[in-house]
């Protein structure tokens, strides 16, 4: 197996040279639940008319079944998000941000997080 990696927008199994992306998507989602978070993540990233700058792994609830043990959900989102760009060859460095761990505790009360504030900057970007 090759370990080359891509970077988002390329797509080497095509013969020929995509359209450039034409729209920027910034994903999140609690990638430690269920399955269709990451076909959902894989189509985004395999559509060479998107660009993909930012990967968020948010909460699952307190107790989920899904996750299974007591851990921090969004550090469990970010280890199988990781784990699928590694399985697609994907580099992504320094583009998967985790958000609180926490629940928020009112509607007016937010919680700062890694993905929070990338989200921010990349909404806040003026180069594009």
Known sequence: M????????????????PAPPRIRVIVDNDFAG?????YQLA????????????ISCSR?????PLLGD???STEAAEEIVTE???VMRLDFRGRIRRGSPDRLRSRTEPHRSPAAE?????ALRTDT
């Open 43 to 54: 189509h985004h990233l395999l559509s060479p008319s998107v660009e993909v700058p930012l």
């Open 118 to 122: 990338a989200i921010i900057a990349e």
């Open 84 to 86: 699928l760009l590694d």
């Open 70 to 72: 007591a851990r921090d």
């Open 34 to 38: 269920d399955p269709d978070d990451l």
């Open 2 to 17: 090759t370990s080359t990696l891509w970077s988002s927008g390329e797509a080497p199994w095509w013969s020929r040279r």
């Open 60 to 64: 699952l609830p307190d107790g989920d």
